[in-house]
């Protein structure tokens, strides 16, 4: 039975996961993990409107380190990429539901129209060395909507070349259908971490 447990042991230390990331800190906001069922870094930062309508709509911020898979092409970046999508958790009109009428007719009404947008398209980086440049962000020059740019893995905007490992970027104001995020520079740095698998992620 030792025998069994210690090769089973030995699987799992051989499955752990472990590898460089960037991990974001920010005044505001929360971590929160890329894949919400699964383990492993939490690399990205969420921040949501502060009303009660609009508090289910998260706005993720991340910072894609080069080799990182980006859909459709799957095809993998050569730069530090920003990628923002969106997270969506129960809105309020689906909650308190007590009985199947009541269900039932809140799964029948149309879902609100969600738009993400921003006051400028420009980010400013800010390296580590104190070198700062500006750099314009596709998704905050259109906008998006958080309900079809909703994981990490949407291609992103360069913001520089190659590999970076420290760097700070802080953000023109954002809104969500008109109501602005509360948000605050995000410091970047790279950093490693092991963790266990999960094998139905």
């Given at each position: 039975?030792?025998?069994?447990?210690?090769?089973?042991?030995?699987?799992?230390?051989?499955?752990?996961?472990?590898?460089?990331?960037?991990?974001?800190?920010?005044?505001?906001?929360?971590?929160?993990?890329?894949?919400?069922?699964?383990?492993?870094?939490?690399?990205?930062?969420?921040?949501?409107?502060?009303?009660?309508?609009?508090?289910?709509?998260?706005?993720?911020?991340?910072?894609?380190?080069?080799?990182?898979?980006?859909?459709?092409?799957?095809?993998?970046?050569?730069?530090?990429?920003?990628r923002l999508f969106g997270r969506l958790y129960k809105p309020p009109y689906l909650l308190n539901l007590n009985t199947p009428e009541q269900r039932s007719a809140a799964l029948k009404q149309t879902p609100p129209d969600l738009w993400v947008s921003a006051a400028s398209?420009?980010?400013?980086?800010?390296?580590?060395?104190?070198?700062?440049?500006?750099?314009?962000?596709?998704?905050?020059?259109?906008?998006?909507?958080?309900?079809?740019?909703?994981?990490?893995?949407?291609?992103?905007?360069?913001?520089?070349?190659?590999?970076?490992?420290?760097?700070?970027?802080?953000?023109?104001?954002?809104?969500?259908?008109?109501?602005?995020?509360?948000?605050?520079?995000?410091?970047?740095?790279?950093?490693?971490?092991?963790?266990?698998?999960?094998?139905?992620?």
């Open positions: 039975m030792k025998k069994h447990t210690l090769y089973a042991l030995l699987v799992l230390l051989a499955g752990c996961s472990t590898g460089p990331y960037l991990h974001p800190e920010s005044a505001v906001g929360q971590n929160a993990l890329l894949e919400r069922t699964c383990p492993g870094p939490k690399a990205a930062m969420s921040y949501t409107p502060l009303s009660e309508e609009l508090d289910w709509v998260h706005v993720l911020v991340y910072a894609a380190p080069p080799g990182t898979s980006s859909w459709p092409s799957n095809k993998r970046s050569t730069d530090t990429e920003l398209p420009m980010v400013t980086v800010q390296l580590a060395t104190g070198q700062s440049y500006q750099v314009s962000v596709e998704q905050l020059e259109t906008g998006f909507d958080p309900r079809k740019i909703f994981h990490a893995g949407f291609k992103g905007t360069p913001l520089g070349k190659g590999d970076m490992d420290d760097f700070t970027v802080t953000f023109p104001d954002i809104f969500v259908n008109g109501e602005k995020v509360p948000m605050a520079p995000v410091h970047f740095k790279k950093r490693e971490e092991r963790y266990a698998p999960v094998f139905n992620c």
